[in-house]
């Protein structure tokens, strides 16, 4: 009886053994799977961080090539001194008074035909890098008369006293450029033609970034 219970005892303590290795066994595949899913993940991460750098490295180098056609497009336009953006033709007159009583006092009066230029200084323009391309901006007191053409001029009354003397040559010429000048300021108090001007402006640029394939905004203060 007791060789017996020897036995029994021996016979469980040999279960337990086989118990406590079959647990082992189980950890160790559950650690191996563990393992095994901690790789994949890891391995994913680096697959979408190698993605992720990639796509980064193609933006840069999109943003170069963009920079390029950016600093293309400006140079382009600097190139040029002053750009033309309106053309008006129009009629102006002023009175010329001579004398200072009434026995000199004359009084001629002027008119002439003229194109005007409006336009705006290259170097007037600023640009800078926007989140949607790049940002052309002007200020509209920097449009100004480019040229002014005299097409006819006429005087049209003169009015002379007993002792008045009419206006030499070189005060005609003198009486003219105050005209011109008067038609000049005309043409730029006059807002539907920097409205017109501006136009032009937007036109000629938006025109040129289409044929250089950039993006821009225009930005008018």
Avoid: P
């Amino acid at each position: 009886k007791i060789e017996n219970k020897g036995c029994e005892i021996m016979k469980k303590i040999t279960k337990i053994k086989l118990g406590l290795a079959s647990v082992g066994l189980a950890g160790t595949a559950c650690l191996g799977s563990y393992a095994y899913g901690q790789f994949n993940a890891d391995a994913q991460r680096l697959k979408e961080l190698e993605a992720s750098n990639k796509a980064q490295a193609e933006y840069i180098e999109q943003l170069k090539a963009q920079n390029i056609k950016y600093e293309k497009f400006v140079t382009q336009v600097s190139n040029e001194t002053e750009l033309i953006l309106f053309t008006e033709e129009g009629i102006t007159n002023t009175v010329i008074e001579n004398g200072s009583n009434f026995l000199t006092h004359t009084e001629t009066e002027f008119a002439i035909e003229y194109r005007v230029k409006l336009g705006i200084k290259t170097s007037a323009i600023s640009y800078y890098i926007g989140e949607e391309g790049i940002n052309v901006v002007i200020n509209r007191d920097s449009i100004e008369v480019n040229s002014l053409e005299v097409l006819n001029k006429n005087i049209l009354i003169t009015s002379g006293k007993l002792f008045g003397k009419y206006m030499t040559q070189d005060e005609k010429i003198a009486a003219e450029k105050l005209i011109c000048d008067k038609a000049k300021e005309e043409v730029l108090k006059d807002n539907s033609n920097i409205d017109m001007a501006i136009n032009g402006f937007s036109e000629y640029m938006n025109g040129l970034a289409k044929i250089m394939d950039v993006d821009i905004n225009i930005i008018i203060h």
